[in-house]
């Protein structure tokens, strides 16, 4: 049994870890190795050797299991947990891959009949061009993970089509409920009244736009780059009858023209800004509000080991993306002229967000692959188990961040006590 294909395999990637494998492997010959207790790593074809082999770690097993050359059964989750749980204990100390190990890749890929060209990267990996962060790659940025399919997010979220982190006031609470929380919250922070106008950079399909409008009497813009998005939006403006009230454009926060709002809201769109560009994005906030007005940003942040969030994401899910510590996000915000008053954090309530949209994921597998394939349907069951982690364990955060525009003088026209 210990020459088996699987057996093999498993020995090498103890080396490659440190430590014995913590999950079982299975091969494409139908051999197992590893512990009976823990998910099960399938190899289905000799294919997925052969993607690890040419793009060694995250990205050649991402693209392995979206093509479904490698599979998991059991629970992704908990495999993902026992890999970590056992690197961050230090009993497996992952080593990188010397000549000596690649000596012996290469001659165990020969023994398993592995060795080959390198497999073609799946047809959903993200390919921009362009400088970075220009116009128009930013705009195709977008477009490869916002217009993807109305229907499926249609599907994926609540009714409110909310694409980010909601608000649970409590353990019972539904997610559509929990993003009627969090709008509202944000229109409070932002002290919102009848007749105020408000701008939203980066509005998704509209959740913020329609309640603002809807409960909190607002005129308001919303500008987004996605297509998809722009005629979603613009479906339920009229569907609700706020035609007159609510106006949104296809245009980049670059190219806005207009005078000062009475308040300005950004969720969870600064992460595709870019470092470079922050401070003209951070300038841009503060130029579009009123002197005394509020700025609400929502929005991600990481430490500056994968401020992109990993090789994974940016293929598949963000190109282009970058998270910062939230404190940077606060520099890039004073710097610009913007008094930041409040920060919330909002991390927990985001690894609940994300398991909602995965269970929502699972118990409609069948209609998600039939509106976007398989492939991209494993992207988004790998993309959203990952997601609910990395704010489990406190590798990402995200945080809701009020600012003012002071006046001339410097009053920051808040009240001396927090309205929400």
Not at 163 to 190: N, P, V, W
Not at 221 to 236: D, N, Y
Request: proline residues 5%; charged residues 25%.
């Amino acid at each position: 049994m210990p020459h088996t294909t699987a057996h093999r395999l498993a020995s090498f990637a103890g080396k490659l870890l440190g430590g014995p494998l913590p999950v079982g492997l299975r091969t494409w010959d139908g051999t197992r190795a590893g512990p009976d207790d823990a998910p099960t790593l399938v190899l289905r074809n000799r294919r997925a050797l052969r993607r690890l082999l040419y793009a060694p770690g995250e990205l050649g097993l991402a693209r392995a299991y979206v093509t479904g050359d490698l599979d998991v059964e059991g629970d992704l989750a908990d495999g993902f947990r026992r890999i970590r749980a056992l690197t961050r204990s230090g009993e497996l100390t992952p080593a990188k891959l010397g000549p000596r190990e690649w000596a012996e890749a290469l001659r165990l890929a020969a023994r398993l009949g592995v060795a080959g060209l390198p497999p073609k990267p799946p047809a959903e990996e993200a390919r921009l061009t362009g400088k970075l962060h220009s116009l128009l790659r930013d705009r195709s940025a977008i477009a490869h993970h916002y217009d993807l399919s109305n229907a499926f997010y249609q599907l994926l979220l609540d009714e409110s089509m909310a694409y980010s982190c909601a608000y649970f006031t409590d353990e019972s609470q539904s997610l559509g409920q929990a993003q009627h929380d969090k709008l509202e919250l944000i229109c409070r922070k932002l002290g919102l009244r009848p007749g105020m106008r408000l701008l939203d950079v980066g509005c998704g399909w509209g959740s913020l736009l329609v309640h603002a409008a809807k409960h909190h009497g607002v005129e308001a813009v919303g500008i987004t780059l996605s297509a998809e998005q722009l005629q979603h939006i613009r479906g339920r403006l009229a569907q609700h009858d706020l035609e007159d009230r609510v106006e949104v454009r296809r245009q980049d926060y670059r190219e806005l023209p207009d005078a000062p709002f009475d308040a300005v809201a950004s969720i969870e769109m600064g992460e595709h800004v870019g470092e470079v560009n922050y401070p003209a994005y951070a300038a841009t906030l503060h130029r579009m509000v009123k002197p005394g007005g509020r700025v609400l940003l929502q929005q991600m942040s990481r430490g500056n080991v994968a401020p992109g969030g990993g090789a994974f994401i940016e293929r598949y899910i963000a190109p282009d993306m970058t998270m910062r510590p939230v404190g940077r996000t606060i520099d890039h915000l004073e710097t610009a002229g913007l008094e930041v008053r409040d920060v919330h954090a909002l991390r927990e309530h985001y690894v609940r967000t994300v398991r909602a949209w995965a269970d929502t994921l699972e118990e409609n597998w069948a209609d998600v692959v039939a509106l976007i394939g398989e492939t991209d349907a494993r992207v988004w069951r790998l993309y959203l188990v990952g997601g609910a982690l990395a704010f489990e364990e406190n590798r990402m955060g995200v945080d809701q961040i009020l600012a003012v525009r002071p006046h001339a003088g410097g009053a920051s026209g808040l009240p001396p006590t927090r309205e929400w």
